[in-house]
C-alpha cells in the first residue's frame, strides 16, 4: 500500500479536498470520493470513452489517468452540463434526437462532444465522425448520435452569431 | 528536469519508469501487465513542453501531445504531414494526453511516430543523471518495444529536420477499424525534380517489429519518372524486403500484400499533382 497524498480537485467548480492513494484512478475518484457517479467506468483501458471528462478543457479519458495528475487542473463532468434545471443544448439534442437508448455510454459522449464543439466549433462533418467514433456505443448504431452532436452544433452556432 | 533525472537514477533499478501521456501504459498497468513500481510523473517538468522551429529544425519536447499537430506546427510540408499523420493516431481524447517523444520511448511497432520518425532520419536527445547522449532514430528503435534508452534515461526530446519547400509525401494506413493499431502503414516523402523523382524517403511500419526505410523501394522510384509501373515495381520491392509480423488473424503473406499496397498509394499520393496528400 502507498502512503496516502493530498490531493485538491476542483470539479464542476467546486473543490474536493481529498487523501489518496496515488494509484487511484481519475474516474474512480470522481465515482467513489466525489460522488459524482455520472461519469461511468467502462472498460478501464481507454478503449469505450465512457469515462471521458474535460480537463481543461481538453477531452480525455479519465481510466488513463491518476488522481493526483488532474491537482491544479479545472475538470468538468457531466454534472456540470446542466445550468440548474436548464439542460445543455447537446443533453436536449440527444433527447430529442434519440441519441441514447440504455445511457452507459451518455456521460461519455456528451463530454467529448462538449470538448470538440467548444474548441472547434465549426468542425466539418467528416472530421465530427472521426471524433464521434472514438467512443463506444453498443445501443443506438452511432446514427442518432451523430444527428444529435450535429443538431446540437448547429444550434450552438446559432447562438453564437 | 534535474529532479526527474535525479528521481529516475535512483528509482530505475527499483522497477521506476517515467509516466508521460500515460496512455500506452496506464492501460498495460490496467491489464496488470506491467506493474511498476514506481511512477515518475514529467507532465508539470518545465521546459519540456517545447514544440518550436530553430535554425531549419523542429524541435519536439517530452510532453508534447498528440493533439498538438491538429494543427500545423510549421508552414511548410513538415506540418502539413504531421497534421496528416496525427488523425491517425488512436482517438481524440487519447491525442490529449498521448505524447510525440512517450510515443517513440514505447516503441510499438505499428505507432506511426515511430515511422515518421525513421524516415526522417530524427534525431533523438536522451537525459539522465549522467548527462545526454544523442540517437539517430534508425540506431533508436531496436526491436517491438524494444528501443536503445537505458532504464534510467528519459527521451526529453526529438528533431526534425524541416523538409525543403519542394518536398511532398503520401502517407497511408490500414487498420480494421478507425483509431485500431495499424496491420501496415508506409510513409513517402520525395522531391520531383526535372520531372523525375529525387531524393525519394520511403519508411514501412506496423508490419514489423519496428519500423524502417526500405532502400530498394526507394531505389526503385529514385530518378524515375513518377507513375503507375514505377509505384508497383517499389511496392513489389518493399513486399519482398518485409520480415512480416504474424498473428491469428494475418499471416505473412496478408501483410506483405498490405505493404505493397501501402507503399503504392502512399508514392500516388505524394506525386499527385498538387504534390499534398489528402489530409
Known sequence: MSELANVTLVINGQTYTLQLEPRRTLVDVIREECGLTGTHAGCEHGVCGACTV?????????CLMFAVQAQGSAIRTVEGLADGETLHPLQRAFMAHHGLQCGFCTPGFLMLATGVLEREPDISDELLLEVLAS??????????????????????????? | MAEAVRLLAELAPHDG????????????????LARPAHLIDINTVAGLDVLTVRDEVLHIGARVRHAAFHRLVQDGTLGAMLAAVVRHIAHYPIRFRGTFCGSLA??????????????????????????????AARDFFQGAMATALAP??????????????DTRFGFEEFSRRAGDY??????????IEGGVIAAPRIGVGGAEAMPRRIEAAEAAVSGRRP??????????????AIDPIEDAQTNAQYRRELVGAMVYRA???ACMPDGRSRA
Open chain 2, 267 to 269: 508514392l500516388t499520393q
Open chain 1, 54 to 62: 474535460l480537463l481543461d478543457g481538453d477531452p480525455v479519458r479519465a
Open chain 2, 182 to 191: 495499424a496491420l501496415a502503414m508506409a510513409l513517402a516523402v520525395l522531391r
Open chain 1, 135 to 161: 467512443n463506444l456505443c453498443r445501443c443506438t448504431g452511432y446514427q442518432g448520435i451523430v444527428a444529435a452532436v450535429r443538431a446540437a452544433a448547429a444550434e450552438l452556432r446559432r447562438a453564437e452569431a
Open chain 2, 152 to 165: 534510467d534515461e528519459l527521451l526529453a526530446e526529438t528533431r526534425l529536420a524541416i523538409l525543403p519547400a
Open chain 2, 227 to 240: 507513375g503507375e509501373s514505377v509505384f508497383r515495381e517499389a511496392a513489389a520491392a518493399a513486399a519482398a
Open chain 2, 106 to 135: 514505447h516503441a510499438d511497432p505499428a505507432a506511426e511516430w515511430c515511422l515518421v520518425a525513421v524516415t526522417l532520419d530524427a534525431k533523438l536527445i536522451a537525459r539522465s543523471a549522467r548527462g545526454k547522449r544523442r540517437f
Open chain 2, 17 to 32: 519508469r517515467i509516466l508521460a501521456g500515460g496512455q500506452s501504459l496506464v492501460p498495460i498497468m490496467a491489464f496488470r
